[in-house]
């Protein structure tokens, strides 16, 4: 059992660790084409990339296909995948990496998600609340 559990472990975080390299990468090599563009946050990013999408149908399709089973019904992550919300990669890169992942999450093609799809999971990732500060939890405060 315990062996299992850290296996899970190890694959989650060898998971993020791989997301996070290919952020980072395609971050970098935005930047180096991008010339003396001004810096802006994650979130100025994703939302100048991603298309208008609808966080109900999101919420939907999202539990449908099944990314709940690994990321959690609110996107904030599990023993299998990574937190995707509420601040997410920008949409550019999300699209890339649900069409062609790395690690143990299957690809899904256009036949599965249209395009419109990945912009209406995209909507409901960003819109996930964000946690509750430590100091606002009574027993964790202490």
Same mark, same amino acid.
């Given at each position: 059992m315990v062996a299992r559990i850290r296996s899970a472990v190890v694959v989650q975080t060898m998971s993020s660790f791989v997301f996070l390299i290919g952020v980072t990468t395609l971050h970098t090599q935005g930047s180096a084409t991008e010339g003396a563009a001004a810096p802006t946050t994650q979130t100025g990013q994703a939302a100048a990339t991603a298309p208008p999408g609808r966080v109900d149908?999101? #919420? #939907? @399709?999202?539990? =449908?296909?099944?990314c709940f089973q690994c990321h959690v019904n609110e996107a904030q992550g599990g023993a299998n995948g990574p937190k995707l919300g509420p601040d997410p990669v920008p949409f550019t890169r999300?699209?890339?990496?649900?069409?062609?992942?790395t690690g143990d999450?299957?690809?899904?093609?256009? =036949?599965?998600?249209s395009a419109q799809d990945m912009a209406d999971i995209y909507a409901f990732v960003r819109a996930r609340p964000r946690p509750p500060a430590v100091s606002? @939890?009574?027993l964790l405060a202490q």
């Open positions: 149908v999101g #919420a #939907a @399709i999202y539990r =449908k296909v099944g999300f699209t890339q990496y649900v069409r062609r992942p999450m299957p690809p899904y093609s256009e =036949k599965v998600l606002a @939890i009574p």
